[in-house]
């Protein structure tokens, strides 16, 4: 079965640079959440969307933006990197049922290994 | 804060027995989903148990949750070496669509 993409898988990028990870969720699923995981941490929750539009927003730096294209697949683009930044950054996808209000699973995908020197 | 916190942090048992890993959160949630990650590796999902609910069962998993007390648990029984990995709860905030991941256990499982 089809599982969500994230590219590129490692990224090494140096101050100040700027990086673009990119996610493209199972088909069919039109909702994409993205985390940043730090060495150690646990997953925090950065932005979400739904039928590409923004969702919810949770601690994401005002250097990072994001959107969902019409595709679905969804980037995150990173400005003025900074050491703090290296980090797992992952992408889920979920169907979302918003009129039943179902709730759904979040799948996850293999995430981007981001190494900020 | 964080919404979900998880206890014991690290767990080790071994081979065979049983792991219970708990978590609280904070607020009102529509669902609790756990997860499980290998070291640096993706998180795969493991649970999904809706508000409503109060325990469900998936082969050797078993979740329970107490929306009273804002707690849930996840038991492993005869558990395996592969079983080995942090297991993570992650629960949507106050009904949105943000989820947020508890700290984490840390399980090991001894041969």
């Known amino acids: 079965a089809a599982g969500v993409i994230q590219s590129p898988r490692h990224l090494i990028k140096e101050k100040r640079e700027t990086a673009t990870l990119k996610c493209y969720p199972i088909p069919r699923h039109d909702t994409v959440y993205w985390y940043q995981q730090g060495p150690g941490q646990d997953p925090q929750f950065l932005i979400s969307f739904y039928e590409k539009m923004q969702s919810d927003k949770g601690s994401i730096p005002d250097r990072f933006s994001a959107q969902q294209f019409s595709d679905y697949h969804s980037e995150l683009n990173m400005s003025s990197l900074e050491l703090g930044d290296s980090a797992l950054y992952f992408c889920a996808s979920s169907p979302r049922t918003v009129r039943t209000g179902r709730a759904y699973e979040q799948y996850f995908g293999p995430g981007t290994r981001l190494t900020v020197t | 804060s964080q919404q979900g916190e998880e206890d014991p942090q690290a767990l080790s048992i071994q081979e065979g027995e049983n792991a219970t890993m708990n978590c609280s959160y904070k607020?009102?949630?529509?669902?609790l989903q756990w997860y499980r990650q290998n070291s640096g590796r993706g998180l795969v999902h493991l649970i999904l148990i809706r508000s409503n609910e109060r325990e469900k069962h998936s082969g050797r998993l078993r979740v329970t949750l107490d929306t009273s007390k804002k707690s849930s648990s996840l038991l492993i029984t005869a558990s395996r070496a592969a079983d080995t990995a942090s297991y993570f709860c992650a629960t949507d905030w106050g009904g949105t669509y943000k989820y947020i991941f508890g700290t984490g256990t840390r399980l090991k499982v001894l041969a």
């Open positions: 607020t009102s949630i529509n669902n």
